[in-house]
């Protein structure tokens, strides 16, 4: 059950991040993933105080990850699907953060997306 709530969170985590890199994109109407990940990179790095190494490592990781997506939104894949794909890129990109974040800095890192999820859900209550 908590790995459900977890999925959810950290879904709605993923949506409302690509929600707000979109709202600052250019003219094309969303922004370029290597501008989110490095809106993200920099989000992270205030949040967990990270280390020139693991700076260096996670913006790696979220321009993975944020290249990934985009390939996924752009694809011509159900809505289900799509999700299906998000999903599994943010389980592998939990496990590549994992190995680079202290204990401390990832349990902060799963508590933000919580936080992020919890506020998106009140706001579509609205």
């Known amino acids: 059950m908590k790995k459900q709530h977890f999925e959810h969170y950290a879904s709605t985590f993923f949506l ?13 109407g969303r922004a370029l993933p290597e501008e989110r990940a490095g809106k993200q990179t920099e989000r992270m790095n205030q949040e967990l105080t990270l280390t020139d190494e693991q700076y260096k490592k996670v913006g ?3 321009l993975k990850y944020a290249q990934k997506n985009e390939a996924v939104a752009n694809a011509d894949e159900g ?9 599994t890129n943010r389980d592998q990109k939990n496990a590549e953060m994992k190995k680079v974040l202290t204990e401390a800095q990832y ?20």
């Open 16 to 28: 409302w991040l690509a929600a707000t890199s979109a709202a600052s994109a250019q003219h094309t």
């Open 60 to 62: 790696e990781i979220n």
């Open 107 to 126: 349990n902060k890192y799963l508590e933000i997306q919580e936080e992020m999820a919890a506020k998106m859900r009140q706001q579509r209550m609205r």
């Open 79 to 87: 809505r289900m699907k799509k999700m299906s794909a998000i999903r």
